[in-house]
């Protein structure tokens, strides 16, 4: 690993004596350490800890933060998980003190504006699905995908085909999480394929379905980008199978006031909060992934859900509820943001989202597909994926294209999923982002594309102008160095 701009640590640029703090004159008694602390646990030596002031802790931390890069620094094309510009009157919102110091043991009628805001959200989510009622509980999407699985295991349980209905069908382009959730449910994962214009195969389908079918996890539009055009030929061949459709939320950013998936025949939802509702995200979190499921399937949501009667807002487990899937009700904090975010732009506004975020992806992938490979040349949704075979002729991969781009301050898009697709690379600009933007990218792309042609030994040093070189990624996997070692 190479560092071309390290930052000393603190123990590196202490002072002996140097301090940037002063504390009141002791109040109390004087004690020997000993009447306190066991002699044996005492420590021998000092600490080794810094001495600074004020002004060098300050800049020192400071200058850290500036090292890591997130979308309010610059554009992040990162595919399939809607790194947008998220507005920061959602976050002053969520930071109001009747929201951010509540507790959730508090009796409910000291919080029912907060539970107000929880029963009116589940009612938009609703509407936004085209569903009957949602479960705010879980903490992100992959854990919405559990929950939305237990359901489905309880629902063919309850109709006495528990042990027969053991299988999930999950198509060759989905998420990893989708077969790794299936699993976790306990679930048989069966793999559909795809046709040549990158949707289910519709035929492949039909011989994969039958009284073993528990339910197919779909996202649409898929991981390629593209909206399923057969999506309603594939409800009915799994509904008429007896399964249920799971709806994979994560690019829903695509399709906002367009479509619902409960028109399309999905029968639960989950949506990522943190990715088309307005939370920052990245790095493990925050994260808010509510399941939404038709009216049949409403008795097993997770619990407590939020009902509304004549004295006012109460929690409530559902009659055949699955149980928790998290503790309290979900991460609150996101939810605000969520509920700022819908009532602000409102249903025109939240169209217009789902419009422009489509817009700027087939912008890209008009001009980008002139120097990098596009396996699937048609209309795209909010994303769309390329491959870089055309420049591994010249001994450049998709990686070594990826870091070429933090040479020139922008973030590096998916790579190498969907695993379809040879050389992935997968774009989402979001509909945050502007032209001239937009623009940049191309140009620097288009740049990329004659460096793997002209010049690949650049393409293949890069990063060399970021605070950290080139990782030997399997080293760094197998021997990670968790924390900065003092000279």
């Not at 929690?315 to 904090?333: C, D, H, M, Q, T």
């Not at 080293?475 to 000279?487: D, E, S, T």
Request: net charge negative; aromatic share 8%.
């Amino acid at each position: 690993m190479e560092f071309n701009q390290q930052i000393p640590l603190l123990l590196d640029i202490s002072t002996p004596d140097r301090t940037g703090y002063t504390l009141p004159e002791l109040d109390v008694p004087e004690v020997e350490l000993t009447e306190l602390v066991p002699e044996s646990l005492l420590r021998e030596t000092e600490p080794q800890l810094p001495e600074l002031s004020e002004v060098e802790v300050v800049r020192y931390f400071t200058n850290l933060s500036r090292r890591n890069y997130g979308v309010d620094v610059g554009f992040y094309p990162l595919g399939s998980c809607t790194m947008k510009y998220n507005p920061r009157m959602n976050e002053d919102i969520a930071a109001l003190p009747g929201f951010s110091r509540i507790h959730p043991y508090q009796p409910e009628h000291t919080v029912q504006g907060a539970l107000r805001l929880m029963y009116e959200l589940d009612q938009y989510l609703a509407e936004i699905a085209g569903l009957a009622k949602s479960s705010l509980q879980p903490a992100a999407g992959a854990q919405g995908e559990y929950a939305g699985l237990l359901i489905i295991k309880a629902y063919h349980e309850a109709r006495g085909e528990g042990e027969q209905r053991a299988e999930i069908i999950v198509p060759d382009s989905a998420h990893g999480t989708n077969p790794a959730s299936a699993m976790m449910a306990g679930f048989t994962i069966k793999t559909v394929p795809s046709d040549e214009r990158g949707g289910v195969n519709v035929a492949a389908l039909k011989e994969l379905v039958g009284p073993q079918t528990a339910g197919l996890m779909l996202t649409n539009p898929s991981t390629l980008g593209l909206f399923e055009d057969n999506i309603v030929e594939i409800a009915e061949i799994v509904h008429d199978a007896g399964g249920l459709l799971y709806y994979d939320g994560a690019n829903a950013n695509a399709i906002l006031g367009i479509t619902r998936p409960g028109d399309m025949g999905f029968d639960v939802v989950h949506f990522n909060l943190h990715k088309t509702f307005s939370t920052p995200h990245g790095g493990g979190g925050p994260g808010a992934g509510p399941i939404v499921v038709s009216e049949e399937l409403v008795q097993f949501l997770p619990g407590p859900v939020v009902e509304k009667a004549e004295e006012g807002y109460y929690l409530a487990f559902p009659e055949k509820s699955i149980g928790r899937v998290k503790s309290f009700y979900g991460n609150f904090g996101v939810l605000v943001k969520a509920y700022a975010y819908i009532r602000h732009l409102g249903a025109e506004g939240l169209r217009q989202v789902s419009e422009n975020a489509v817009l700027n992806a087939n912008y890209l992938m008009h001009h980008l597909k002139n120097a990098y490979h596009l396996p699937y040349d048609r209309t795209c949704m909010h994303e769309f994926v390329l491959s870089g075979k055309w420049q591994k002729e010249f001994g450049v991969s998709t990686l070594d294209i990826a870091k070429r781009l933090l040479d020139y301050g922008i973030h590096a898009p998916t790579i190498y999923f969907p695993l379809i697709v040879e050389e992935a690379i997968m774009i989402e600009p979001t509909e945050t982002e502007s032209k001239a933007t937009l623009d940049r990218f191309i140009q620097i792309m288009f740049t990329i594309a004659e460096e793997a042609k002209d010049n690949p030994e650049a393409v293949k040093a890069a990063p060399t102008t970021t605070p950290v070189g080139r990782l030997n990624e399997t080293q760094a996997a197998r021997n990670p160095i968790l924390r900065r070692q003092a000279k």
